[in-house]
């Protein structure tokens, strides 16, 4: 699904097996008890949606957490039926079960739709989401 | 720092003991590896700025794990004399050690030479960064 996107199509590589890096990064994403990666299955547990939920300890806000949600997809074929819905309502909860003060999320400009669901959610507007690529 | 802001203000607390929330949170940032808090110092150990940075391990990008930045500031009195220039050079050169394949941060739409001071470091204005509070 990262790969079967408009923009993550040009910056991921489907191959059978995966590239080891994938395997790397998913058990570093199990290890840590402040990272969160959830699917969403179908009856058959065919995978639909994913997504991923970081909590950070910080000073600010008189020392709360807050978390961070990024790689919310869900497969093509099985949009419009509230699937991303029910992922960020989990994780909405999830976050308020570790006493986050906030939850934060980086959309491209280019995702207009993305920007209008989590509007619908309750998320504002009102940062700008700047980036610095490393390579 | 954090609370001399014209956004942190209203959402700190001053007190002396601080209250046990900041030094639980400072705690939690110290035992994770993934969290690095720094901070820029005068030669008599006077506390210029802060800044912390957090890596986040991620199945995107083939793998790459990514840093986010937050709470970057500095002391009203000791500004334009690149002290956060020098936190962000710091880190993002500790991103590039650790591997990291892109640097993300969100800046406060109020914040608009935070916004310049970003871009000059090369850091592009490519997302919304929406938030959503859980109080």
């Known amino acids: 699904m990262l790969a079967d996107d408009e923009l993550g199509k040009e910056r991921e590589t489907l191959s059978e097996p995966l590239l080891p890096a994938y395997f790397k990064a998913f058990d570093a994403i199990a290890a840590d008890e402040r990272n969160v990666l959830i699917v969403a299955e179908a009856p058959d547990s065919k995978v639909l949606g994913c997504l991923?939920?970081?909590?950070?300890?910080?000073?600010?806000?008189?020392?709360?957490?807050?978390?961070?949600?990024?790689?919310?997809?869900?497969?093509?074929?099985?949009?419009?039926?509230?699937?991303?819905?029910?992922?960020?309502?989990?994780?909405?909860?999830?976050?308020?079960?570790r006493q986050c003060r906030l939850i934060e999320l980086f959309v491209h400009e280019k995702r207009a739709s993305a920007r209008r669901f989590y509007a619908r959610l309750g998320f504002k507007d009102s940062h700008a989401g700047m980036r610095l690529p490393l390579e």
Chains 1, 2 share one sequence.
């Open 52 to 97: 991923q939920m970081t909590v950070i300890p910080g000073l600010g806000y008189q020392g709360a957490e807050r978390a961070i949600i990024e790689d919310v997809r869900v497969d093509k074929a099985y949009r419009g039926r509230k699937i991303g819905h029910q992922m960020l309502r989990w994780a909405i909860g999830e976050a308020r079960r």
